[in-house]
C-alpha cells in the first residue's frame, strides 16, 4: 500500500529551528516533494530530493533517506510568516501522494 | 504573467445540482491535476491529465468527472452522485508527463447547501 506519515501540529518559537518529519510507504518512488500552504491558498514548492542526503535552500533544508523511507524539512531563523501547513509527498511513477500536512504555529 | 486560474474561487451548489469548476493554465504544461483538500486531511487526487483527449482516474474519481480537450483547460465537473462534495478543490499543472514539480491554482470552494 501506499502511506505518508507527519506529525498533525508542531509549535515553535520565533527564531528557533524546527525540524518536520515525514515517512513514506510507496511503491515506483522516484523522490520527495515538500510543499508549504498558508491557509485558504494554494500549496507553493519547497522542495524536492530524489538522492540521499541533505538539500539547503536558505533557512530551509529537505533530507531523505531512500533506504529508511524517511525525509525531514528544517526551517532554521523561524519567523512569524512561517507560520503555514508543510506538506510531504512522494512521487511515485507518475503522480504524487500527499500527507495530511502539519500544521506549524510560530509563537512571538 | 504565468499561471494557473481557477474559478470560480466560492461556489454554493444545491444538493442534486451538477457544478463544474474551470482551470486554465498558460504554462504550456503538459500535465494537469485535480485534487481535493479538507480538513485534517492531505491532498487527494481525482484525476489527473498527462496529454490532451486522454485522462486517467486518480484514488477518489467516483462522483467526478473531467475532460481535456484542450492543453491549456481541465474542467472538473462535480455530478450529483458525489455523495460530499463540499470541500477545497486545487487544480495544479506540472511540465512534462511525469509528476515534476506542480504549480497550484489558488482554488475554489464548493459548498452544497
Known amino acids: 500500500g501506499q502511506n505518508i506519515d507527519q506529525p498533525t501540529e508542531m509549535t515553535a518559537t520565533e527564531g528557533a529551528i524546527v525540524q518536520i518529519n515525514c515517512t513514506y510507504q510507496?511503491?515506483?518512488?522516484?523522490?520527495l516533494f515538500w510543499y508549504q500552504q498558508h491557509a485558504g491558498e494554494a500549496p507553493t514548492f519547497l522542495s524536492y530530493?530524489?538522492?540521499?542526503g541533505l538539500e539547503e535552500k536558505g533557512r530551509f533544508s529537505s533530507f531523505l533517506s531512500r533506504s529508511k523511507g524517511y525525509s525531514y524539512l528544517l526551517l532554521k531563523e523561524l519567523q512569524m510568516k512561517d507560520s503555514a501547513s508543510y506538506l510531504c509527498?512522494?512521487?511515485?511513477?507518475?503522480?504524487?501522494?500527499f500527507g495530511t500536512g502539519t500544521r506549524l504555529q510560530v509563537f512571538p | 504573467d504565468g499561471g494557473i486560474t481557477q474559478s470560480p474561487k466560492y461556489l454554493f451548489r444545491k444538493e442534486g445540482q451538477n457544478v463544474t469548476l474551470s482551470c486554465e493554465q498558460n504554462?504550456?504544461?503538459?500535465?494537469m491535476y485535480w485534487y481535493r483538500q479538507d480538513p485534517g486531511q492531505g491532498l487527494r487526487l481525482i484525476y489527473y491529465?498527462?496529454?490532451?483527449?486522454?485522462?486517467q482516474k486518480g484514488d477518489i474519481a467516483e462522483g467526478y468527472s473531467v475532460s481535456r480537450e484542450k492543453k491549456e483547460s481541465f474542467p472538473l465537473t462535480v455530478t450529483s452522485a458525489q455523495k460530499n462534495p463540499t470541500a477545497f478543490y486545487l487544480c495544479?499543472?506540472?511540465?512534462?508527463?511525469?509528476?515534476?514539480?506542480?504549480?497550484f491554482g489558488a482554488g475554489s470552494r464548493l459548498t452544497v447547501l
Open positions: 495544479a499543472s506540472s511540465l512534462g508527463s511525469g509528476a515534476n514539480v506542480l504549480t
Open positions: 510507496t511503491s515506483g518512488f522516484n523522490g
Open positions: 530530493n530524489v538522492l540521499d
Open positions: 509527498a512522494a512521487h511515485n511513477t507518475d503522480k504524487l501522494i
Open positions: 504554462l504550456n504544461h503538459d500535465a
Open positions: 491529465s498527462q496529454i490532451v483527449n486522454d485522462f
